[in-house]
């Protein structure tokens, strides 16, 4: 009985460090070969809130710039508290080359008023695409189901900073933050924080 109490407690503890967020540094991380470059030759397409298919590299149009790719929906409760943060990220970042791009997963035939609406609501000062599930799945390979918010830096050679996943109000802003700083800076230093 104590060995299947140590078996799930095991399990219990390994649940919850996935859950909570961990921080993997360089050269630990099973994605060191993930780049933007490695993602953008899938060619994934996007629309556009003005319905328009384009590409994603033709939306970054980002070409040795620090980028920061967010998933996220107007329905998802921490996105909606993350949104302003990367707004204010965009603002203050963007004579450092940054380009921010969010991404939602809603239907854009169903939710493209409710997405315009909210950008004008929460003033979102980067541009929004929806993104098909496959496109998500291109960034967020270990995800059995849609998990969001998902924030993705990369430094200006398209290596991959950090990876943020769930919201931690003060912690995720500081994560992303120090991610776009090291992006800027073009440390090549890379993290994942989040499952």
């Known amino acids: 009985m104590r060995g299947q109490s140590s078996s799930l407690l095991i399990s219990l503890l390994l649940s919850a460090a996935s859950t909570v967020g961990i921080v993997v ?19 994934p397409m996007v629309v556009t809130l003005e319905g328009a298919s384009t590409s994603l590299a033709e939306l970054l149009n980002a070409e040795g710039r620090p980028v920061v790719i967010t998933f996220w929906a107007t329905w998802c409760s921490p996105c909606r508290k993350e949104v302003p943060h990367l707004s204010d990220l965009s603002n203050r970042f963007k004579d450092a080359g940054l380009k921010v791009i969010g991404l939602t997963v809603e239907d854009p035939n169903t939710a493209r008023d409710q997405v315009r609406a909210f950008m004008r609501e929460q003033e979102v000062t980067y541009p929004i695409a929806f993104a098909s599930e496959s496109v998500y799945r291109l960034f967020n390979r270990e995800d059995a189901t849609v998990l969001l918010p998902r924030v993705f830096v990369f430094d200006g050679d398209g290596r991959l900073v950090a990876h943020v996943g769930k919201y931690y109000p003060r912690k995720t802003v500081r994560d992303i933050t120090d991610a776009i700083k090291k992006a800027v800076g073009g440390s090549g230093a890379s993290a994942t924080t989040g499952g």
């Not at 360089?26 to 470059?37: I, K, N, R």
């Open 25 to 43: 540094a360089a050269g630990e991380s099973p994605s060191d070969d993930f780049t933007l470059q490695s993602i953008l030759e899938h060619h």
